[in-house]
Antibody
Framework: QVQLVASGGGVVRPGGSLRLSCAAS????????MHWVRQAPGKGPEWVAV????????HYADSVRGRFAISRDNSKSTLYLQMNNLKAEDTALYYC??????????WGQGTLVTVSS | DIVMTQSPDSLAVSLGERATINCKSS????????????LAWYQHKPGQPPRLLIY???TRESGVPDRFSGSGSGADFTLTINSLQAEDVAVYYC?????????FGQGTKVEI
């Protein structure tokens, strides 16, 4: 069955960096557009970034553009999110999600990022 | 950005009764070339990732019980849960995927 396993979260100081990973299995990873979506405590989900199935195109939310970079390795069925210059407002549970028709078909369980001094 | 507004923020429904959640988008999410509404509904329970319930405004995802139904077009949509069960207690979100950024409503908490 479809599995998306996110990892790499943790506690980091403001200005620090983290790299999140999302290992995919149970579906044809290289056919799917992939997203990162985050949810801050007590808030609704917020879309963060998207990458095309072949990795040729990426788009970012205004709040993270220039600081975050989404990438993928289709040979490893793995999605990444490099997060630099982290801010307190980036504190959230980060989910990876698959998309073949526009909506978020499957979600991983999430990895928690806490930015705190 | 397209702003999604849900109402109410929360509602309490008796077991077996109907729950109705509304979602308004700040602009139409009906794509004229394919006549589809780019609107999805998700269910989110504590400790779990969100689960896709409905897409294209009214198409149930595989495995979703038929007591869940979606309706509406353009900029006004509704999620209806008929005969509410205990396992339906969750927060429900609408989301537009008509345009990037794909935006969510603020959520509606459904309680018994």
């Amino acid at each position: 069955q479809v599995q998306l396993v996110a990892s790499g979260g943790g506690v980091v100081r403001p200005g620090g960096s983290l790299r999140l990973s999302c290992a995919a299995s149970g579906f044809t990873f290289n056919a799917y557009v992939m997203h990162w979506v985050r949810q801050a405590p007590g808030k609704g989900p917020e879309w963060v970034a998207v990458i095309w199935s072949d990795g040729t195109n990426q788009h970012y939310a205004d709040s993270v553009r220039g600081r975050f970079a989404i990438s993928r390795d289709n040979s490893k069925s793995t999605l990444y999110l490099q997060m630099n210059n982290l801010k307190a407002e980036d504190t959230a549970l980060y989910y990876c999600a698959s998309d073949i028709k526009g909506y978020f078909e499957s979600w991983g369980q999430g990895t928690l990022v806490t930015v705190s001094s | 950005d397209i702003v999604m507004t849900q109402s109410p923020d929360s509602l309490a429904v008796s077991l077996g009764e109907r729950a109705t959640i509304n979602c308004k988008s700040s602009q139409s999410v009906l794509y004229s070339s394919d006549n589809k509404n780019y609107l999805a509904w998700y269910q989110h329970k504590p400790g779990q990732p969100p689960r896709l319930l409905i897409y294209w405004a009214s198409t149930r995802e595989s495995g979703v019980p038929d007591r869940f139904s979606g309706s509406g077009s353009g900029a006004d949509f509704t999620l209806t849960i008929n005969s509410l069960q205990a396992e339906d207690v969750a927060v429900y979100y609408c989301q537009q995927y008509y345009r990037t950024p794909k935006t969510f409503g603020q959520g509606t908490k459904v309680e018994i």
